[in-house]
């Protein structure tokens, strides 16, 4: 990975300022981009699958529908494709996602209203542990969104924790405020714990940067003394 890393500093061509403003002057922008990609991982001697790149254009302007290539293989073009699990939109609202995301956390509910059952059910500790691997675990995922997603997206992603703990909860549950029911399992909202995800991602992240910065200035370095 450090090798192709590297590579694709040397090979990387300068940014374009011209505006892109139709679809034939991003082709013409990302074909030298492609090109660097592909000579980087020649380079670096790795593989790479076609079939699970895809192209996304988030300008609203453009009306067409992008036209790229990597090598000789043409990349198809997808509304909404995922990347690491997260589905884009044009937007970038992240709505598409949490829509997604509602039917996953639906079903686990669901599953854990069957795992409580009613008098050979699990206890309340194992149920809360299954919450927190199997519910809680996609709810939390990449904090980021959750973070800057608009407010009935929070809503929602906050509405699943309370029907869990609703569920979890062997007294009158449906009476409790969804602070008596953080209060009682000891948990925060989805919100706070994304907070502090993101932020302990954050530090972690800028221990290691300097490191890369370091070794991309080291090879900018050598590469502008040999021109």
């Known amino acids: ?13 300068l940014l374009t300022q011209k505006e892109i403003i139709s679809c034939a ?21 790795s593989n790479i699958s076609i079939p699970k790149i895809v192209t996304k254009s988030g300008n609203k302007k453009l009306k067409e ?72 675990s996609i709810l939390e995922y990449s904090p980021f969104i959750s973070l800057i997603t608009c407010e009935s997206n929070k809503k929602t992603i906050e509405s699943f924790q309370t029907k869990a ?26 919100q706070e714990r994304c907070k502090k995800l993101a932020s302990n991602y954050l530090t972690r992240a800028l221990r290691g940067i300097n490191r890369k910065i370091l070794h991309v200035r080291r090879i900018t370095h050598s590469t502008s003394q040999k021109i």
């Not at 990597?70 to 494709?81: H, K, L």
């Not at 949490?98 to 699990?122: F, P, T």
């Open 25 to 45: 002057d991003l082709d013409k922008a990302v074909l030298s981009f492609t090109n660097c990609i592909q000579k980087s991982i020649q380079e670096a001697t």
């Open 165 to 190: 703990l609703r569920t979890i909860s062997r007294s009158s549950s449906c009476l409790l405020s969804n602070t008596k029911l953080l209060n009682q399992f000891n948990l925060e909202t989805i």
């Open 65 to 136: 529908k992008v036209s790229l290539k990597f090598g000789n293989e043409s990349i198809p073009y997808e509304q909404n494709p995922k990347f690491l699990g997260i589905t884009l939109d044009k937007s970038l609202s992240f709505t598409k996602h949490i829509n997604n995301l509602k039917h996953r956390a639906q079903s686990r509910v669901n599953m854990l209203k069957h795992l409580k059952g009613r008098k050979w059910g699990l206890n309340n500790k194992l149920l809360l542990i299954t919450y927190k691997a199997l519910i809680r």
């Open 1 to 13: 990975m450090d090798k192709l890393f590297s590579s694709l500093i040397i090979n990387s061509p």
